[in-house]
């Protein structure tokens, strides 16, 4: 008899996790075995943890800890192997359909994390650590790619592969891409999915008379996870005012990765034992379903971030653009707690020590959040920034028209000056005119300096 055959009875989601791995049928009747039941609301109510095998005990490491050593061997900072780490254990919760009751509300592990450092960071290294122990775990068919020709096939390929790990060493290329006009609204429709529990609609895209192309059927909502990285330059130089306004930047775990001051000449060889561990520990996380609730101190502690950190968005100066990143980041706190008890116990029970672990997360995430804030999240407001710290780092003296050409002599001149007028004109810096004999000489004062400029440089004029 054919797997497929064998597999009738078993429940959709459990056929994802089991037979796409290649799975016998004994195999995937023993995972249908532990599926969370599909009946009614009441099922959802309970939090529902694999079966304990006497002879498998569970994992006694923390993943994301072992994950850092074992992927420690480049010069980037170990926060980034961390972060890689929470998003593979969300990607596996996800597919496996544990979700998180808040409220009314039910929210899903969907986690698209952005990886933010300087240029020959080694992003391609940092990410590609992580493909391995998937395919040595049996999770190989997680980590899907991003071959799609057109917006009907990205449909395509998500109707037959609706849950997934997808991996971008470079975000900037998949946004071009998605902005390519062969991929219509796609890039809408990505977004409108994340966190989304509705099944898409059908989509028909060609009708010709007696031999119309069939439509493309989603059975169920796509559940995507995401892991990309960026220089920042090539994120902004790439953004659009929409990527913002329109939610798809604010769904985004910003994670900026600052230095590399470890000197690493020679990587050294992959640690086998740390990654046999890993994989272990994978394979029980792979076991886990079910719905997870928070107990009352969990949500006291919630509660008490959540007023906190939402003044802390709309006091900052531009708080439509805020609010948008807040009203993520508010459920995104829930994801993180329940990634740090995973993690940490391979259970659903989120306690209060990863809760504390789970705002702390978001702590870092809000400051990424409040230093791009400035610059509108888009081209034009990063390159006024750029100047704008330049200035900033004159400090007293500030700086002349002289010296910030130099420092931005690949801008078009007209872009340039343009800029320092805007900067001028906003407030953010103060022009200064010094004779010096035969000419004028321009110098730049940030404001913050602009008072002492004037005690210290008495002729300087404005």
Known sequence: MS???????????????????????????????????????DDKQETHEPESDAKTPKPTKNFITSYREYADIVEVPAEAHEAVAMAVIAAV??????????????????????????????????LSLATPLLRKSGLQDLNQTMSWGSEMALYQSLAENPCGLYIWP???IALKKLAQPNFGGAKVWLTDCYDNFDVPPNITYRKTGNKDTPPIE???????????????????????????????????????????????????????????????????????????????????????????????????????L???FFNRLRNQVLKFAVIHEVAETQTL?????????????????????????????????????????RIKEGKVDGVSKTVLTRAFQSMVWRERNQRIVTLCQ?????????????????????????????????????
Do not use: C
């Open 170 to 172: 470079e975000l900037s």
């Open 93 to 126: 919760l996800n597919r496996n359909g544990v979700e998180i009751k808040h409220g009314a509300i039910m929210v899903p592990m969907d986690f698209w994390l952005i990886l933010i450092s300087e240029s020959g960071a080694g992003r391609n290294t940092l």
């Open 218 to 320: 989603f059975l169920r909502p796509p559940r995507l996870n995401i892991i990309a990285s960026s220089s920042e330059d090539w994120l902004m130089t790439n953004l659009v005012q929409e990527d913002t306004t329109g939610g798809f930047l604010p769904r985004l775990v910003l994670l900026k990765l600052n230095g590399m001051e470890k000197d690493v000449p020679e990587p050294r060889e992959i640690d086998l034992r740390l990654q046999s561990e890993l994989i272990f520990q994978l394979q029980h996380i792979n076991s886990i379903r079910g719905t997870v609730l928070f107990s009352k101190p969990v949500r006291e502690m919630y509660d008490e971030w959540y007023r906190k950190a939402k003044k802390r968005f709309l006091a900052q100066s531009n708080p439509a």
């Open 349 to 389: 029970e989120v306690s209060v020590s990863s809760m504390e672990k789970a705002i702390a997360t978001a702590a870092k995430i809000e400051e990424v959040i409040f230093a791009l804030l400035p610059t509108g999240m888009n081209r034009e407001g990063a390159e006024l920034q750029k100047i704008e710290q």
């Open 322 to 324: 805020a609010r948008p």
């Open 426 to 462: 906003g407030g953010a810096v103060v022009q200064f005119q010094r004779e010096t004999g035969s000419r004028t000489a321009y110098v730049y004062v940030h404001k913050d300096y602009a008072e002492e400029h004037k005690v210290k440089f008495p002729n300087d004029k404005t």
């Open 3 to 41: 797997s497929a055959a064998t597999n009738n009875n078993i429940p959709f989601d459990q056929m994802i996790v089991a037979g796409a791995n290649g799975a016998t049928s004994e195999e995937a009747l023993q995972v249908a075995s532990s599926a969370i039941p599909t009946g009614g609301e």
